[in-house]
Each structure stands twice: as structure tokens, then as C-alpha cells.
């Protein structure tokens, strides 16, 4: 389905800065590419800004992607609920559509020249039914980067995602590592075992925000502080 411009962004679990990560690397593409676009197939939560019901994730990546994307071509599918997006799906009755998601994904990148994609959750959380985000991530086939929540417990779970990636047959192309705000005892050497690990590029580590630079949604200013400490993959 994809021309493999652009990447698919996953996470060792919910809550790991995916979105951040996603944001920075659409910023470091706008170095490269005229049109950058996001793409979040489902988003579970709702609240309030200035008054709209909206996703934070969703308004985050809208501030930096600059395809011309409104926020449904962003995300096709907003839920109310914060949970697993399946369950969510049934209690609301809404039908996720997945030829839908495919549309509207092949949309997106036709109207840019690199587009990120970001799931929602874990690598295999369900999309509808048996289908998973692991199935969307081979469909679009985009070379795929992880981050990687660094705290206890990150190694084991970092590399039972990077083996995830490679049976479903996609390519990690690098990781990032997120600090989570936390100071993890042995930091750098958790950092180091990891980049003998993994078979992707480490591209850089994310530190520790002020308390509303972490606010979410994210302003513009902290997706591009993000993106001043990670870099591309290279080749």
C-alpha cells in the first residue's frame, strides 16, 4: 500500500511519548519534504479545549504537520472513552471501518510528501476485532520506530516489541529513548544494553520536561524541543 516515505510509530506500551516522538520526527521530515502529514488511525479520549471536543494527540500533531490536513484526515476515528480502542468502539457503537482506515491513510499520502503514522497503545493493541495495529503497520508497510519508555523493565520490554516488528516482517529502523521525566538509576548503561540489543539506529534520548512544557496537549515549542534531541534515521 505505502511508498515508504515516512514511518509508523510504535511504543513499548500506552503513555510513552509516542505522540511526542511522532510530532519531532514529522518536524525533522519538514527539513527534507515541503508536505509532512500525520496520520492516527483511532484516538480513545475526549476532552474539552477552548470550548471543542477534540483528542489532545490529535491537536498536538495538527499544530506541526503542515499537509493541509484537517483533524479528520489526521485521525479517522475519535472515541470519547480512554481505553482499548476495540472496547471502546463497541461501548459507543461505532463501527470501525478498516477499508475506511486504508482510505483514508492512501488520502493522506497522496496530498503529502512524507507522512507519520502513529498507533495507539502497544504494538499489537486491536484495531476491530482480530485486526491489530500490528496488521495496519504491515499494510502500510513504513519503516517502523519505537520508543521506548526507560524504566524498570524497559529492556525486557523493548526487545520483546523489536521482536514483534521483525515477525510481522517490518523493519525497525530506530528507537528513541524517553526519560519519562524520571531519573532511572544506571540510565546511560540501560541506554548502552539496549543499542547492543536492537537492531535499529539509536536516535537520541529524550529528557526530562518542565511542567508545562509536559502539558499536554504539546505546544509546537516542546515537539521542537523534542525534535533538537532526536535525529533521522540514516539509509
Not at 101 to 121: L, P, T
Not at 200 to 215: D, T, V
Request: neutral net charge; proline residues 5%.
Amino acid at each position: 500500500m505505502s511508498d515508504p516515505t515516512g514511518f509508523f510509530v510504535t511504543g513499548t506500551d500506552t503513555e510513552v511519548g509516542k505522540t511526542l516522538v511522532a510530532g519531532a520526527l514529522i518536524e525533522l521530515l519538514k527539513k527534507k519534504y515541503a508536505r509532512v502529514a500525520a496520520f492516527k488511525p483511532v484516538v480513545a479520549g475526549l476532552a474539552l479545549y477552548d470550548g471543542v471536543l477534540a483528542n489532545e494527540d490529535v491537536l498536538a500533531l495538527s499544530q506541526v504537520a503542515n499537509a493541509g490536513q484537517t483533524s479528520k484526515e489526521i485521525c479517522p476515528y475519535a472515541l470519547k472513552m480512554p481505553a482499548a480502542p476495540h472496547l471502546v468502539a463497541e461501548i459507543e457503537n461505532i463501527q470501525i471501518n478498516i477499508d475506511s482506515i486504508r482510505k483514508s491513510f492512501v488520502h493522506c499520502q497522496k496530498n503529502a510528501d512524507a507522512v507519520v503514522v502513529e498507533g495507539a497503545g502497544g504494538f499489537y493493541v486491536p484495531l476491530q476485532g482480530l485486526y491489530s495495529f500490528a496488521d495496519f503497520a504491515k499494510e502500510i508497510n513504513l519503516p517502523v520506530v519505537m520508543v521506548v519508555a526507560m524504566r524498570l523493565g524497559c529492556i525486557n520490554h523493548a526487545l520483546l516489541t523489536a521482536k514483534a516488528i521483525a515477525a510481522e516482517g517490518l523493519k525497525l529502523k530506530g528507537w528513541v529513548a524517553n526519560t519519562m521525566g524520571h531519573a532511572m538509576p544506571l540510565l546511560d548503561e540501560n541506554i548502552k544494553t539496549l543499542q547492543e540489543r536492537l537492531p535499529g539506529q539509536y536516535l537520541g534520548k529524550l529528557p526530562a520536561f518542565s511542567e508545562s512544557e509536559a502539558r499536554t496537549p504539546y505546544s509546537l515549542e516542546t515537539i521542537k524541543k523534542a525534535a533538537s534531541h532526536l535525529r533521522l534515521p540514516h539509509g
